[in-house]
């Protein structure tokens, strides 16, 4: 070996040996061929999309596919015809988990922590879209799991990694409309139903395998076009309504900025409920204990359903302008932050009127890396399933891990199970993950069905 080539050859084992203590040990064997072989579960709807941006970066491999509806594996398929293909993810995490570097789960809520734990249990990584889980006590097992097993994981909030978004939780970590008293946020979306459960049942269509599609939840009838596709969301079994749809990804922002904990008081103020589907209109008001961007007290309110939000003076625009459709306000000491969903720059207000803020996001722009901002969905969207996969090979860490994940999923799942006591206010005792008022801890978790 010349002495240029020795030289070389030990820079490269030093500078191996200092990342490969960092990484968990599931990172091995990627690094081993440079390549991350990928499984997801669930490829229609956003599975879909999540499929394409995630095999969009150039060390994906994508090898197995997953899906209880056969014409969203055909679909998909046609993209990766190399990929295998299963109905049951079981059976598929059984049979490769010795060919799989990370799992992708893209399912209804109810399926994300069944099948993430598996996943998990065999570290693998995992990207799990929102809400993490669909019951509490799965949101403090996923969290304690990723963490025991050191693995790489990430939440399905693509927005996280925007610009705005960015640009907003720095703004309000700088101080610029001081110590923050409330947030409020709205959307009008609607993923509520009032009416009862379907009876009798459909004969199920060739391409779903319905047993498959409840998994874990109990046995149930198929009734068409009531579940599958997209419409489990507004039913108490399977979805978390609109606060779990969009509530989300408004409150993620707010969350991260203001580093919350859980709630201490939750309430719902919504309909009377039916056991079957999540009210069509929901304020739930949550109290949180202050940190160091909050005033001692923090309020956070959320609007939701056809109409929203209700008009107060804290959201006011100047010059009579009209609210973004979706969207948060930040009431702080010194003026008001608005960040509308999405793509959007947050803007700020002082006594009634805009302010500029331009000197500070350059000075932020600059300080943070941020960039310039992307008005593109698709160019903003793939960062965040790339910094997972970058995560995955060894290079950086993700955004939106299980560990913070689980603690914004748990504040919403508070908040939707607030939603079965109207406009009763419920007591979170977070050290002993229960609620003071009894009646409401049975909604804290779900027994699993065999399946
Ligand atoms: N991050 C975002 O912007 C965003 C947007 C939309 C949806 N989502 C989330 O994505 C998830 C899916 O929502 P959707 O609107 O695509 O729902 P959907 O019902 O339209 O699609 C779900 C897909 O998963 C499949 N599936 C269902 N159960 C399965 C199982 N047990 N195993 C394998 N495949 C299964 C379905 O056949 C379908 O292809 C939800 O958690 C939702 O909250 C996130």
């Not at 990370?102 to 998990?120: E, F, L, N, Q, R």
């Not at 939440?155 to 409309?177: C, E, N, P």
């Not at 607030?418 to 009894?438: I, Q, Y």
């Amino acid at each position: 070996m010349s002495n240029q080539k020795r030289r070389d050859f030990l820079k490269q084992a030093a500078l191996l040996g200092s990342s490969v203590a960092l990484l968990p040990s599931s990172a091995w064997t990627m690094i081993k061929d440079n390549k991350l072989r990928t499984a997801h579960i669930g490829v229609g709807g956003m599975g879909a999309e999540d499929l394409k941006a995630i095999s969009s970066h150039p060390a994906v491999e994508v090898v197995a596919l997953c899906d209880v509806d056969s014409n969203n594996l055909a679909a998909a398929l046609k993209l990766h015809p190399g990929a295998k293909t299963y109905a049951d993810y079981r059976k598929m995490l059984k049979e490769m988990s010795g060919s799989i570097d990370a799992v992708i789960v893209s399912t209804p809520d109810h399926t994300h922590a069944p099948a993430s734990m598996m996943a998990m249990n065999m570290g693998k990584p995992v990207y799990c879209q929102k809400p993490l889980t669909h019951h509490v006590t799965e949101a403090r097992a996923m969290r304690k799991l990723a963490a025991d097993k050191n693995l790489v994981t990430q939440m399905g909030i693509q927005v996280h990694s925007f610009y705005d978004y960015k640009l907003a939780t720095f703004l309000i970590r700088s101080g610029i409309i001081g110590k923050v008293k409330t947030v409020r946020a709205w959307s009008p979306k609607n993923w509520g139903f009032d009416g009862p459960e379907p009876q009798g049942s459909d004969a199920v269509p060739a391409n779903l395998n319905w047993n498959l599609w409840l998994g874990t939840s109990a046995e149930r009838p198929y009734k068409e076009g009531v579940y599958h596709p997209a419409n489990w969301r507004k039913l108490l079994d399977y979805g978390c309504g609109t606060l779990g749809d969009m509530g989300v990804h408004i409150f993620d922002t707010p969350y991260n900025a203001l580093e919350l904990d859980v709630p201490k008081t939750i309430k719902n103020e919504c309909r009377k409920p039916t056991g079957f589907g999540f009210p069509e209109h929901n304020i739930v008001t949550y109290s949180f204990p202050g940190t160091d961007y909050t005033t001692k007290r923090f309020k956070w309110v959320w609007y939701d359903g056809p109409g929203a939000p209700s008009m107060h003076k804290d959201l006011k625009l100047p010059n009579g302008e009209q609210l973004p459709d979706q969207g948060a306000m930040f009431i702080g000491e010194k003026g008001r932050l608005l960040l509308p969903h999405f793509m959007q720059l947050p803007k700020l207000i002082v006594k009634g009127a805009y302010k500029n803020m331009d000197a500070e996001i350059a000075k932020i722009e600059q300080a943070e890396n941020l960039g310039a901002p992307i008005r593109d969905y698709d160019t903003e969207g793939k960062k965040h399933y790339h910094q997972f996969v970058d995560a995955c090979m060894g290079k950086g860490a993700c955004t939106a891990p299980f560990s913070y994940a689980s603690r914004l999923t748990e504040t919403i799942l508070l908040g939707v199970i607030a939603g079965r006591f109207p406009n009763k206010t419920l007591h979170w005792d977070s050290a002993n993950a229960k609620f003071a008022e009894a009646e409401a801890n049975q909604y804290l978790d779900s027994k699993y069905r065999e399946f």
